[in-house]
């Protein structure tokens, strides 16, 4: 098997990334203040030798009960180690009687929870397979222009939780998925969507790139605006995934990418655009409820801005933009950057069975054992 080499790598940052994307998080029983931990360890990676999904982009990865599933448009591909990888076609192409969307079924974002895998595609529809019968896949029936749970095209890059702006999360034994800046949430695995309700108004994102959820409710964090516009970082909470809450008054200037839950506070990233110097500053904030935040690294020049993704497994936090990862004890204090040789980065990461597993672009890999 190939390894991914790790070599010391020092960027000059000048162009924001155009793809991001979040892991699934692993709750630590003991998490280390903010602040007090070491830059951590690099983490050595292992190309899959028979990548069965092929060269292209795939797009998400979840790791269930007993199974990591990575999704690339129609096609799946699951593993019990993350090692060795077996491809199912799901079998959702075909069959949509909807008027003004393509007969297709274009999978991007994954969640697991009760047994059950949801999966989202381009067009805002869903689908569901049962981690034990993971061959056999229904799609949630669609019915007028909107629900599915979603109509109509998604919009923007490839950003938020691992998808064309369009994602889906597990949180309170229900399904929340996002698209466009719209929350809508599905009890019944995926079957039928509810919307969200707002407090004070509607949905204030433009994009949502990043939803992630704790102990005791949901975060989501995104842009009201374009990328770089100044002000427009955007931060909601809902108890229960089902009524949602702009947050006011957080210290976040500029665009949110990455959000973790280490099982004691919520950490974020903040990228700031300079119009000046045309370059991209990053911050790390914490928060232990979802809805206070404080900035504990002002000047995070060892954090990648316009991270991609932020993972957490095994002690070790994970982030990275393209090729280019960094590594943290804490999340907090990250360490120099290192270089997945012939590898244009990962979208997603998710932890289980002691590793993480990563995709992207043409990727599929597996970290050393992280316990």
């Known amino acids: 098997m190939a390894k991914i080499k790790l070599l010391s790598l020092w960027v000059l940052w000048g162009v924001f990334p155009t793809v991001f994307a979040s892991t699934a998080c692993e709750d630590v029983d003991n998490p280390t203040p903010p602040g007090s931990g070491n830059s951590g360890k690099a983490v050595l990676w292992t190309k899959v030798a028979n990548n069965p999904l092929g060269g292209g982009s795939i797009h998400d990865v979840a790791r269930g009960d007993t199974y990591f599933v990575a999704v690339s448009g129609n ?7 993350g090692f060795s ?23 991007y974002s ?19 397979a049962n981690e034990n019968a993971l061959s056999t896949w229904t799609k949630a029936p669609r019915v007028g222009a909107d629900s599915q749970p979603f109509s109509g095209q998604t919009v923007g890059t490839h950003l938020g939780v691992s998808g064309f702006n369009i994602g889906v999360r597990f949180c309170n034994n229900l399904f929340i998925a996002h ?9 019944d695995k995926g079957l039928s969507w509810n919307d969200a309700l707002w407090t004070g108004g509607g949905s204030p994102f433009k994009i949502i790139s990043n939803m992630v959820c704790s ?12 990328l770089k516009s100044k002000g427009s970082g955007r931060v909601a909470y809902s108890d229960d995934g089902r009524t949602w809450s702009e947050l006011k008054g957080h210290p976040f200037v500029g665009f949110i990418p990455a959000l973790v839950w280490n099982g004691d506070m919520f950490i974020a990233f903040e990228n700031a ?6 370059q991209w500053s990053a911050r790390v904030a914490v928060s232990r409820n979802g809805t206070v935040w404080e900035v504990v690294n002002e000047h995070a020049g060892s954090i990648p801005p316009g ?8 002690g070790q936090y994970v982030s990275g933009y393209g090729h280019v990862m960094r590594y943290s004890d804490d999340g907090i204090v990250w360490g120099g950057e290192y270089e997945l040789e012939d590898s244009n980065g990962f979208y997603s990461l998710a932890y289980g069975d002691k590793r993480f597993v990563g995709v992207g672009l043409g990727v599929l ?3 050393e054992d992280m316990e």
């Open 75 to 81: 096609d799946i591909a699951y593993s019990e180690k």
């Open 85 to 107: 990888w077996t491809k199912l076609a799901t079998g959702l192409s075909g069959g949509w009687v909807y008027e003004g969307l393509p007969n297709t079924f274009e999978g």
């Open 110 to 128: 994954i969640a697991y929870g009760n047994g059950v895998f949801v999966m989202m595609d381009f067009y805002g529809a869903a689908a569901y």
């Open 179 to 187: 698209q466009n800046g719209k929350i809508k949430y599905s009890a």
């Open 215 to 226: 102990k005791s409710g949901v975060v989501a964090v995104g842009s009201s605006t374009s």
């Open 273 to 278: 655009y300079d119009d000046e110097t045309s």
């Open 307 to 314: 991270a991609w993704y932020l993972g957490l497994g095994g």
């Open 365 to 367: 890999a597996y970290s």
